[in-house]
């Protein structure tokens, strides 16, 4: 792991200075679909506590993100109840990309393009610290998740499922 005074700026870590979120910097050897098997082994954390950020979309094509741990799946016939609407499917990395400005494998919630609806997995909650991803391949950053509540207001749901 590289020191922390190499951390990259980037538009999420910009939202996080701005927003006064306190968070500690985790750069490894980001490995092409690697997932959070890669960044919790190279962090050395369990990849419960990674979390992923993921892209999806409904039905009308409107873009929405999930924020689920690492180790686990998102139901996305679930999900789709939970929200409201008949599909949820993920988006193309090139649609996710549009919608964010980040690319997959680098997506965070933090300082997306464009203001998306964010739904958060509730037992994330349960977690003292969360490793989620800083806006760049291979770069994670460690928060606490109740700052995501306050900062992002996701709506919470319970929409995962072991892997």
Do not use: W
């Amino acid at each position: 792991m590289k020191p922390e005074s190499q951390a990259p700026e980037t538009p999420a870590t910009k939202f996080l200075q701005k927003h006064r979120i306190a968070h500690s910097n985790h750069l490894y050897a980001y490995e092409e679909h690697g997932g959070t098997s890669v960044s919790s082994r190279e962090l050395n954390v369990a990849e419960h506590a990674v979390v992923k950020t993921l892209v999806m979309e409904d039905e009308n094509r409107k873009p929405l993100i999930v924020l689920m741990h690492g180790d686990r799946k998102v139901s996305t016939k679930e999900l789709a109840r939970q929200v409201g609407v008949k599909k949820i499917a993920p988006c193309t990395p090139d649609d996710a990309l549009r919608h964010t400005g980040y690319m997959v494998g680098g997506c965070s919630p933090f300082g997306t393009k464009k203001q998306l609806p964010i739904y958060l997995e509730k037992s994330i909650l349960d977690l003292p610290l969360i490793y989620i991803n800083g806006g760049r391949r291979g770069y994670l950053v460690g928060v606490h998740p109740h700052d995501i509540l306050r900062v992002l207001a996701p709506k919470v749901v319970e929409v995962g499922r072991a892997d």
